[in-house]
């Protein structure tokens, strides 16, 4: 079992950034690939970026591409999505992901936080 536990969300203008973290916890973190999705009402939970087990390997939407940088510090177990060039478009619930399959839709994700609202005025 791995349990995450998001954090960082918030309120920014457009234009600004934002870093959120994801707390990984369970013996088996380092196996899973780590990522972000996220949701809008209405809309289906979509794939934002993701990390390798290794941390050197990322894969990010391309909307986000440019703007969005995935970390993980495997010491710690946390990864972490900085958000720069914040766009209105970019509001959404964003989730932490775990995935021993190594995918990129949420289909295939093995364990969820329970997300965190990222808001973007204009």
């Known amino acids: 079992q791995v349990q995450l536990v998001e954090s960082g969300g918030g309120l920014v203008q457009a234009g600004g950034s934002l870093r959120l973290s994801c707390a990984a916890s369970g013996r088996t973190v380092t196996s899973y690939t780590l990522g972000w999705f996220r949701q809008t009402p209405g809309k289906e939970r979509a794939f934002v970026g993701s990390i390798s087990r290794s941390g050197i390997i990322t894969n990010y939407a391309d909307s986000v591409k440019g703007r969005f940088t995935i970390s993980r510090d495997n010491a710690k177990n946390m990864v972490y999505l900085q958000m720069n060039s914040l766009k209105p478009e970019d509001t959404a619930v964003y989730y932490c992901?775990?995935?021993?399959?190594?995918?990129?839709?949420?289909?295939?994700?093995?364990?969820w936080g329970q997300g965190t609202q990222v808001t973007v005025s204009s």
């Open positions: 992901a775990a995935d021993l399959s190594r995918g990129t839709t949420a289909r295939t994700v093995d364990f």
